[in-house]
């Protein structure tokens, strides 16, 4: 038999393989050379949702109740009784909850008027505080004393100054009367200040401003929302709330940081609806109603973005359900605090809402592409 020489061989190899590749390339056989399906998402519907259906109706609702304690409080001024200081405590606390949807949202005017440290620092600098009620003499607007105002300021007011409601309305009734009525009256009118500047703000040119900036870049609106959002979720909601209190950071248990720490009964109720809030603008719900719109999580269902085979989306809300089932379990913070030694069952529960930090701040941001813009001591 006559051999055909090697190179000829090898040629006719080549020639068939290049044939093969070139059918391969033109068939499209998506289980062969799959194809990218490209992701078409609107980033301006998104901000328009945010601005229109969540920020502003939340901060319009929020100087609603914010008025309404101040329309109380003008009634306890007239008759400081028992029974209108717990009116008065309620109109606060309505008001506190409202607080807590419009928390997150400190950019643009809020950012540049300081609004969230100027309306709740705490703990309340209760010295400084009794020595300005003492002297007459402050000047609320001034950074130095944004641990004398705002929500923790009124805890203090209307909960903390004694023992007893009597004791506390007896503050109300004798000499100190007038120096009381108007420390209250000042911190009022800077709360409302503050808050008619930054819907102001927003109604007066940001919102538009926000909407346009629609690119995708580190000053773009999204980029800056979504590190804003990622901040105060770990930094006010986590660690403020609940971390620094449980002392996860410094290993001494810390009560005296808590929010609302003088009406022990309501930290629980005020941190549950700053979670409602955080997984309400997570899904784009619409403020107060039962609406959704483009959204963070309608964002990652676009990007098809998937976690250990699972849609990450879906893997947020349900760590973000464990975690507050886990906190509607506890008692009110201040007690599961200072009558547990560890406090383990709300350290259980501090572990479920840390472990929304890294599916908020290494997942999502990277599926959407986006960088984190601050930088962190106590990890994630």
Known sequence: MKRRPMKRIILSLTILLTIWACSSDATGDPQVDPKPTPVSFERSEMLENWADNIILPSYRDFNTRLNAMNTVFVDFKANPSEDQL????????DAYIGWQAVAMF???????????????????DVTTLEQHLASGSYDLTLPANRDVKGFPALDYLINGLATSDSQ???RYQGDQQQAHFDYIDAVLEDM??????????????FRDAFVANDGASATASTDRMVNDFIFYYEKHLRAGKMGIPLGVFTGSKAPQTL?????????KELFLAAMVAVQDFFNGKHYGKSAYGKSLSSYLQDLNSLKDGAALDEIINEQLDLAMT??????????????NDPPRAMLLAYDEVQRVVPLFKVDMVSAMSISVDFVDADGD
């Open 168 to 170: 506390i309305v007896a």
């Open 192 to 205: 409302q200040t503050l808050t008619s500047d930054v819907i102001q703000g927003w109604e007066g040119g």
């Open 106 to 124: 400190e950019i643009g005017p809020a950012e540049s008027v300081g609004y969230r440290l100027g309306m709740n620092t705490y703990p309340t």
């Open 326 to 339: 886990e906190v509607t379990s506890l008692g009110d913070f201040r007690s599961e605090i200072e009558n």
């Open 86 to 93: 717990q009116k008065l405590r309620d109109a606060w606390l």
């Open 259 to 267: 929010e609302a720490y003088y009406r022990a009964s309501v930290g």
